[in-house]
């Protein structure tokens, strides 16, 4: 009974660890959101998609820098087709237990915010606007860690194109759901080797 006992412990000490454990220095996170998905069925209905991959390294516990791209297209049946793409970097900060009045909603998560910065635009097919240039964005979010290195997150970010086209500026709010893997830097290392 002892021994049940003691490895319950263990077992719930690590589990309340993970979310320290995955966002340290020297630690990489990649992954994706994605942003939306929706396919009408009715007669007229459209279609709506959007990924987001990303992949960052912890510079430091908590702080992590990286790359993102985001790729979507909308459109529906005898209508413009809309593509959006961005290329750019991108931050996050995890905020820490108790920091700043914020406290985790689960001992398995932390509450992060998002920030990137880079190109990219939009345009419509059949003559329709356009915009081009400076893409940027930022947002709260929160990651809760369904193992010690899956997070299943969620985001609200505002993003934005400043730029070139027949519509200098266009903006709006994204909710984005999706998965991250943590992984030390030697877990990278062997799986890239295991790749070649």
Do not use: C
Request: aromatic share 14%; hydrophobic share 40%; charged share 15%.
């Amino acid at each position: 009974m002892k021994k049940i006992f003691f490895g319950a412990v263990v077992l719930a000490a690590g589990l309340f660890s993970t979310a320290n454990a995955q966002i340290q220095e020297g630690n990489w996170m990649v992954g994706g959101n994605l942003v939306g998905a929706d396919f009408g069925l009715n007669k007229g209905g459209g279609y709506n998609f959007a990924i987001q991959p990303k992949g960052a390294y912890f510079i430091k516990d908590n702080v992590a820098v990286g790359g993102y791209v985001d790729l979507g297209f909308s459109g529906a049946k005898d209508a413009a087709t809309t593509f959006k793409y961005n290329v750019g970097a991108l931050g996050r900060y995890y905020v820490s237990p108790g920091e700043a009045g914020v406290d985790n909603l689960l001992n398995h998560g932390r509450w992060f915010f998002e920030g990137n910065v880079g190109v990219g635009g939009s345009s419509i097919s059949k003559g329709g606007a356009s915009s081009n240039g400076l893409n940027f964005g930022f947002g709260p979010g929160y990651s809760y860690f369904i193992t010690p290195n899956i997070g299943l997150e969620g985001l609200v970010k505002y993003d934005a194109n400043a730029g070139f086209g027949n519509v200098g500026y266009t903006h709006r709010i994204t909710f984005g759901v999706g998965f991250q893997i943590y992984l030390p830097t030697s877990q990278a290392k062997r799986i890239a080797n295991e790749a070649k």
